[in-house]
């Protein structure tokens, strides 16, 4: 399964994507495949299956394969 951490070092700043991994079952800190930053604030993992990929006209992303989760779009 894929997973995705967000992480954030500062309070008033959104969770940024730092890195996506696949892993079987449910992933500890210590199967991260990054080393733990004592700056981070607040980190979150989400399995691939919980997030809806939205575009930025609104439509869902439906189809299966890469999403476009690695760009960034302007607010």
Not at 1 to 8: P, Q
Not at 14 to 37: A, C, I, K, N, W
């Amino acid at each position: 399964m894929t997973y995705h951490l967000y992480v954030r070092t500062a309070y008033a700043d959104p969770l940024e994507r730092l890195t996506s991994f696949e892993h079987d079952g449910v992933p500890r800190l210590e199967d991260l495949p990054v080393e733990v930053d004592p700056a981070w604030l607040e980190a979150v993992l989400i399995p691939d299956e919980a997030i809806t990929w939205v575009l930025r006209d609104g439509d869902l992303v439906t189809e299966p394969g890469p999403r476009p989760a690695t760009e960034e779009v302007p607010a």
